[in-house]
């Protein structure tokens, strides 16, 4: 079975801390993906990454960023947290596009 | 830009039935759909690819109209396990493995 690792469940952090978030899979995936998930907003796409070292933004970019240093592991980066950031994270990985992504549990972080 | 899903809630007893939509404005390549259950990891349902294709796995199964730009997701004689939130996710052919996932359906089945 697909194992997708998300480094936290919860994470409390305070505004203007630089968090990490870290998601690692042992599949390897080409293909890595951060997710945000919102009440009543479903699941958004922040960042994927198809290779190593490589990404793309996707819908909700601004305030994150990604990093993508080895196959297996995908990073994201809040640079400066703010409150509205506090969020349920989700991590997702798949082989291309005509095959499942694999979530992991989520991390849910609250920026005070 | 982010796919309709309707209905946004549904109700049921066990044993019947409901239908899922997901409608996209753009021309799509493939539709993904996952269930997710409270406080766990969406996990995956099944992918239908453009050709108007139909699939499905013991009571639950999936049509794809390419024409319309719509998948529906059918949940045939509706069990506990069932409840939990349906997203659909939309790929366009243009973008790799990147999909746009829509708002969900929540889903509640009953005894």
């Known amino acids: 079975d697909v194992k997708v690792t998300q480094s936290s469940r919860y994470l409390v952090k305070r505004t203007g801390e630089k968090v990490f978030l870290e998601c690692v899979q042992d599949?390897?995936?080409?293909?890595m993906f951060w997710y945000r998930q919102d009440p009543g907003l479903g699941l958004r796409l922040i960042y994927f990454?198809?290779?190593?070292?490589?990404?793309e933004k996707g819908d909700i970019p601004e305030g994150y960023s990604v990093s993508r240093e080895k196959k297996e592991r995908f990073s994201l980066i809040l640079e400066s947290a703010s409150t509205n950031q506090t969020s349920m994270y989700l991590c997702a990985s798949s082989w291309d596009e005509y095959q499942p992504q694999h979530f992991g549990d989520g991390t849910r972080l609250s920026i005070l | 830009q982010q796919p309709v899903q309707s209905p946004q809630a549904v109700i049921l007893r066990e044993g019947e039935d409901a239908v899922i939509n997901c409608s996209s404005s753009?021309?799509?390549?493939?539709v993904h759909w996952y269930r997710q259950k409270h406080g766990e990891a969406p996990v995956f349902l099944m992918i239908?690819?453009?050709?108007?294709e139909q699939k499905g796995h013991d009571k639950i199964s999936a049509s794809f109209n390419e024409k319309k730009q719509q998948s529906s997701l059918y949940l045939t004689a509706s069990q506990l396990s069932y409840s939990g939130t349906y997203f659909c996710?939309?790929?366009?052919?243009?973008?790799?493995?990147?999909?746009?996932f829509g708002e969900g359906t929540q889903l509640t089945v009953n005894p």
């Open positions: 599949m390897d995936h080409e293909n």
């Open positions: 996710g939309t790929e366009r052919g243009t973008s790799g493995s990147r999909l746009t």
């Open positions: 753009k021309a799509l390549y493939s």
């Open positions: 990454s198809y290779d190593v070292k490589m990404k």
């Open positions: 239908l690819l453009k050709g108007g």
